[in-house]
């Protein structure tokens, strides 16, 4: 069986987490700090703050920005349920503007028209690893005084063009906070794990310390505290509180992951995108397939695939997707389905009354996704495998 997605552990990494394992340090020790310095070297961010999950690198971006109760947060209705919940988390509505027919990323033009005064910030998600069209966001939010959050779970590693120069992911202006997760079906995996990178000091500290319950050693930093009697004596057990924050660590032995897993990255990317070009070349003349496409043709040699959705016209192959599915997975191949609108989930219905008709293309793509399996460790016979069975499968339909 061919998975849609998966996790690729050699001996290098297996070697540094074990070192991790048995060094003094299980959790918040060297490990740690060396992942976050790699990460922010290979993203080309000033600062960088490793977190337990993606989620948690959301939410803290939400809270480091300053977003709370009386704000609006725009995101893309395709994505995960995380990019939207963190808006939630804070007090915040979480709002969905419909995405573009080309990428399934956000639509600048139609958020413009959508904005609303209270809106605080955009989530940019960079959907299947092609980013958002940051720029143009970030003018848009700039001008109206909100954050750019750039949801880049799906992007890590990749880099865009525009203006003739390639930025990457994480190191470029048109995001304020940039978040990553390293879940194993991620193009990186730390097991669990996130990271949150920024060029801005202010949100970094915030970040940093809210990720350890607001906690703060360093009293030296707050000195307005100092004058109350009970704080005065600042032995070496001394921490101060500033903010409610919470447990949002990451360990060391899956930062240990996370620093030979980065090593291997560019390897990963490498074959990811092979991959995709042997999937487009094959699939191009299919009927009723649309295959990925790129705003930017220039973004092609340095866009970080992370999955690889192909549109199915089920209706026109008089089948549905769950058979078409049922069909494929007998023949050994996996695939899954991302992302369900957020706006139609229940919750979203019921605390904000979105519901069908908010956003038209996302709700009229939705039924045409599908993603085909795509991970470093496929073998060219994998490849050939899911060529050969969905070529077959949609052909079968099509007659
Ligand atoms: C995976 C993912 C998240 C959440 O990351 P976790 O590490 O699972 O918490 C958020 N947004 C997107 C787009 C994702 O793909």
Redesign the pocket.
């Known amino acids: 069986m061919i998975p849609y997605g998966k996790q690729s552990i050699d001996s290098s990494d297996l070697d540094s987490v074990l070192r991790a394992l048995q060094s003094d340090w299980l959790t918040t020790g060297p490990q740690v700090k060396a992942f976050e310095q790699a990460f922010a070297q290979r993203t080309g961010a000033r600062y960088a703050i490793a977190v337990c ?6 939410h803290l971006a939400m809270l480091a920005c300053g977003i709370g109760s009386g704000d609006r947060v725009y995101t893309s209705p395709n ?2 349920l ?2 939207a919940n963190a808006a939630a988390y804070v007090g915040a509505v979480p709002d969905f503007s419909d995405i573009d027919p080309v990428t399934y990323c956000l639509d600048p033009e139609v958020l413009e028209q959508n904005w609303l005064e209270d809106t605080r910030a955009i989530v940019a ?1 960079d ?1 299947a690893g092609q980013t958002a069209e940051l720029p143009r966001l970030a003018e848009l939010a700039r001008s109206r005084n909100a954050f750019v959050i750039e ?1 880049a ?2 992007a890590i590693g990749g880099q865009f063009e525009h203006e003739k120069r390639l930025w990457p992911v994480g190191g470029h202006p048109y995001a304020d906070v940039t ?1 990553f ?3 194993p ?2 193009s990186m995996t730390t097991g ?3 990271m949150l990178v920024t060029d801005d000091r202010e949100i970094a500290e915030r970040a940093r310390v809210l990720r350890n319950h607001g906690m703060t050693r360093e009293p030296d930093e707050f000195q307005s505290l100092q004058v109350d009697g009970a704080l005065a004596e600042q032995g070496p057990w001394y921490y101060e509180m500033h903010s409610l924050g919470y447990n949002y660590r990451i360990t060391d032995f899956q930062s240990a992951l996370g620093i030979s897993q980065l090593q291997r990255l560019d390897h990963f990317l490498q074959r990811r995108r092979e991959i995709v070009e042997t999937y487009r070349e094959a699939f191009a003349k299919l009927p009723h397939l649309q295959v990925p496409r790129l705003r930017n043709p220039l973004d092609q040699d340095v866009v970080a695939w992370h999955l690889f959705t192909i549109l199915i016209d089920f209706e026109m192959l008089r089948t549905t997707r769950t058979e078409f599915m049922r069909e494929l997975r007998e023949s050994g191949v996996g695939s899954q389905v991302l992302y369900i609108p957020v706006h139609l989930q229940p919750w979203y219905r019921h605390m904000y009354g979105y519901g069908p008709g908010k956003c038209p293309v996302a709700e009229s793509l939705y039924p045409q996704f599908l993603s085909l399996p795509l991970y470093p460790a496929m073998t060219d016979e994998d490849v050939m495998a899911v060529i050969e069975n969905v070529t077959q499968l949609v052909l079968s339909h099509a007659e």
Not at 53 to 58: D, F, R, S, V
Request: a negative charge; charged letters at 10%; one cysteine or more.
């Open positions: 999950n993606g989620t948690a690198a959301l994505t995960f995380a990019s998600v959907y949801d779970c799906h978040t997760s390293f879940h079906v991620k669990e794990g996130g």
